[in-house]
């Protein structure tokens, strides 16, 4: 009998764990920023049809954020929000935070604007030295990467 299609590559250095020496591990302690739904340090992607409230609802996750309170019954851990909002207009975007009950006192960031040809890197410096928790893309299809 001969074998078909590829032999399977070798794994070097296998390590092999015993079920017993896996079952003795500690577990792993998820830290999150909004409480069983949302992990500190993860991406998180909020997808849905046009017009279905994906604005408002990343606005209020952001507003839940900069002010450690409950983010849809969820504890949220507070710490600053980046909002960067590559679509929509900058008088909309401020109303509606305003509506929203948005001050000057939350720890909260938002640029609004055509996102530059090196978004990722810029936003990647700019977070090494503010350590947002919590950083929200809003962006259209003429922002994506090249």
């Known amino acids: 009998m001969t074998a078909i299609g590829p032999k399977p590559a070798p794994i070097p250095d296998l390590a092999l764990t015993s079920i017993g020496d896996l079952l003795a591990e500690p577990d792993a302690v998820t830290p999150w920023l909004v409480a069983d739904r949302i992990p500190a340090g993860g991406l998180t992607l909020l997808a849905a ?3 279905v409230g994906k604005s408002t609802t990343a606005r209020d996750l952001a507003l839940a ?3 450690g309170d409950e983010w849809l019954g969820h504890d949220c851990r507070q710490g600053l929000v980046w909002y960067l909002a590559f679509e ?3 008088q909309d975007i401020k109303h509606h935070f305003r509506q ?3 001050t ?3 720890a909260l960031a938002v640029f609004v604007g055509e996102a530059p040809r090196d978004i990722a ?3 990647q410096r700019r977070a090494m030295t503010d350590r947002p928790a919590l950083i929200i893309i809003e962006k259209s299809a003429s922002a994506a990467a090249p």
Do not use: E, I, L, S
């Open 49 to 51: 049809k046009p017009k």
């Open 65 to 67: 954020v900069a002010r």
């Open 88 to 90: 929509g207009r900058r």
């Open 100 to 102: 929203m009950g948005a």
């Open 104 to 106: 000057k006192r939350d």
């Open 121 to 123: 890197a810029r936003v």
